[in-house]
C-alpha cells in the first residue's frame, strides 16, 4: 500500500538534502501529488541555502574582526532620522559568534511580521543589547544627526558586555573603542542588521504608544514620518509635546 500523500509532506520537512536516499524512492512515485510535494521540496532547500549564503555573506566583516582578534564585536545602527515626531532610537547588538539567526537584513526590507520573529531571536539568542534613545527636546537642541550619534553612543554605553570592537552603519563615533564604518552596513553586516532591527521594532512599538496618548496623527502605523494623515493631525490639531519643532512643516504650526 502507498505511502499517503501527507504523509510524505511531513517526511519531506525533516529532510535536508537532495541526496537523501528517501527522495531518489519518491522520484520513482508517479503520482502527481508527490511530484508537486517534491518540487515545493526543491523550491524549500534552494530558499534555505541562499538564505544560509547570504549570512556567511554578511558574516565577513565580523569574520574579520574575529581574526584580528576581538572577541565582542558590536553591531550599532538607529532608526527614526526622518520623523517629524517621537525620538531618534538607537541599538547596539553583540552576537554571538557560533549561534546563526538566520534571515537579518536590513530592517527596512522586512515584513513586520518577519521583524517581530527575528527580533524575539536576537532578544534570546544576543550575547547582549544596548538601546539610546534621544528625545525630540534634544533633537530640536543638537540637530538630527548629532543626536544620532548621541543615541549610538548611549546604546555602546548600555551594553552589559564592553565591545572590543564596533560595525556601525555610516557612522564615526567618539569611542575609545576600534570601529569601522560600513556605508548601507545594515545590509551587509549580520550584527548591524540585528540592531537595525531592534531599534526598529522598539521605536514602532513606542510610537504605538504614542498614538495612544495622541490620537489623529496616525503614530501607531507611520513611526511620526510626514504621512498624508499625520499632515492632516497637524492642521487640525496642531503640535503635540513629542513632534520636532525644528522640522518643517512642524515649525510652521509653532504659535
Do not use: C
Not at 544560509?52 to 565582542?72: D, I, V
Not at 550599532?76 to 547596539?92: Q, T, Y
Request: charged residues 25%.
Amino acid at each position: 500500500m502507498s505511502e499517503a500523500i501527507l504523509s510524505i509532506k511531513e517526511r519531506l520537512k525533516e529532510i535536508r538534502s537532495l541526496d537523501d536516499p528517501a527522495v531518489a524512492v519518491l522520484r520513482q512515485d508517479p503520482r502527481k501529488g508527490v511530484q508537486q510535494a517534491l518540487l515545493a521540496f526543491e523550491k524549500r532547500l534552494k530558499k534555505e541555502a541562499l538564505i544560509q549564503e547570504k549570512y556567511l555573506e554578511m558574516s565577513m566583516f565580523e569574520q574579520m574582526a574575529y581574526e584580528q582578534g576581538h572577541e565582542w564585536i558590536a553591531g550599532i545602527d538607529e532608526v527614526g532620522r526622518g520623523p517629524l515626531a517621537g525620538p531618534v532610537v538607537a541599538a547596539a547588538v553583540i552576537l554571538p559568534k557560533n549561534k546563526q539567526i538566520l534571515g537579518l537584513n536590513d530592517s527596512k526590507q522586512l515584513s513586520e511580521k518577519k521583524r517581530t520573529t527575528l527580533y524575539e531571536q536576537i532578544q534570546q539568542k544576543a550575547i547582549a543589547i544596548g538601546i539610546g534613545l534621544i528625545d525630540e527636546r534634544k533633537i530640536d537642541e543638537v540637530n538630527i544627526y548629532e543626536a544620532s550619534k548621541l543615541a549610538m553612543i548611549q546604546a555602546v554605553e548600555k551594553l552589559a558586555v564592553k565591545p572590543s570592537y564596533l560595525l556601525i552603519d555610516a557612522m564615526t563615533l567618539e569611542l575609545p573603542i576600534p570601529q569601522e564604518k560600513l556605508i548601507k552596513g545594515d545590509a551587509r553586516s549580520v550584527s548591524i542588521a540585528a540592531a537595525s532591527i531592534i531599534a526598529k521594532v522598539y521605536r514602532d512599538n513606542l510610537m504605538k504608544k504614542y498614538e495612544e496618548l495622541y490620537p489623529g496623527y496616525g503614530f501607531g502605523h507611520n513611526a511620526g514620518y510626514g504621512t498624508k494623515e499625520h499632515l492632516q493631525g497637524l492642521a487640525n490639531l496642531g503640535i503635540t509635546p513629542i513632534h520636532r519643532k525644528t522640522f518643517a512643516p512642524v515649525k510652521n504650526y509653532l504659535t
